[in-house]
């Protein structure tokens, strides 16, 4: 849904129904979601292994919350991994525009930043930041593979997210099953990397 915490009005007992992410709220239906917390760390030990030791990570409060916190739980943790001198912490812009940004990146000094979505490269940017070349700041995004001229990062697998929710609804079918069920089961599909760093 375009909006998270959403509800859909229907009279469910006559559907087979499966949610795709976590953005419909009410009625508590299984639901299909690429692994946010998974795709967070593999992007992070990546960055970490390049080289990046001051890793720091960039979303909006809509995005932030459509995930239910899972990017950030993923950066909270493999932050407490790090000495005390090199936690960042994150930047979490009340608006879609990146107010703000430029102010966190001065305060903070990251040598490679995570970004939510693809335009967080753009607030970077806007900031006066050399991004993703020789000598700059390392930029990877945890929605990527959409375009080749994507920054490198996470392919979330949207096929295969839309194919693994099909299965699930036929299976459900296939077993008449209908309603709101008793015991939501929630499927996540891992992300995989994509890309270079630079």
Known sequence: MPEPNGTVPLCWENHAAIAIGH????????????NFYQGNLVTLEHLHAHGARRVGFAT???????????WLAAYLVFQQRLPASRRL???????????GMAGWMHTHRPDAVVGAQNQI???????????NSPGGLIFASLNTGRSPEDPPGINQQSRLVGATGVDLVIGQIHRNEQGIPGQPMLTLVPGVWQGALP
């Open 121 to 131: 490269l753009g607030w970077i940017r806007a900031a006066g930041m050399i991004v």
């Open 60 to 70: 909006d409060a809509k995005t932030h919350e459509r995930v239910q916190l899972s």
């Open 89 to 99: 912490p994150p930047f979490i812009c009340p608006d879609t525009e990146g107010t």
């Open 23 to 34: 953005t419909l709220l009410e009625p508590s239906v299984s639901r299909v979601v690429p």
